[in-house]
């Protein structure tokens, strides 16, 4: 227990440490700043599609870390150490994607509140927001930690990734960006946690895999 809470601690140091963390919020910030700039000044309809807007940033900008998340630990060996530990990997991928979401997440919601007033979004509309986003993000570190995974060590992983993470991420973005409609957030937490439920023995498999 203890060495997967340190691997969780190690991955939030280096989410903060590294850039890891100030490259997705700044572009999930960029977008929400570009944004405007393209639909025009239309407080109306930018607070009609700034939850769209919004999920998509936050889904772009979770998949920046990829690449960071397994590869090193692969090609350096540490993944070889955890398993010689007697560590399963669905149980250090499953550490490694808490301390994803950890490393992220706060980060992103902080941001969100700078993003819907970019936005011109009503206080009213910004609370379910940062519901669904604070339920939904556990998922998309799931499947981003599940994608490294399954893309590490090939040639191309970045772009690799976005073919991979972003088709099984379309449920998250419907059911987030309609967080203010009945149902909504109900659907999004069962997906959310199906996706954390299963995308560490996913991930898990895929190591083994990458090691054999």
Known sequence: MNALASITWREVRRAW??????????????????FPFAIGPDGKLLARVGGGVIWSAALLAALLPVERLITPDAESGVLDQFAARGLSDSAVAAAKMAGHWLGFAPALLAATVIAAALLRLPNETLLPILTALAIGTPGLAALGTATAALVAGLRGAGALAGLVMLPFAVPLLIFGATADQAGALKLLGAFSLLLVAGCPFVAGAAIRMGRS
């Open 17 to 34: 440490s590294s850039g890891g963390l100030v490259l997705p919020v700044a572009f999930f910030l960029l977008v929400a700043i570009l």
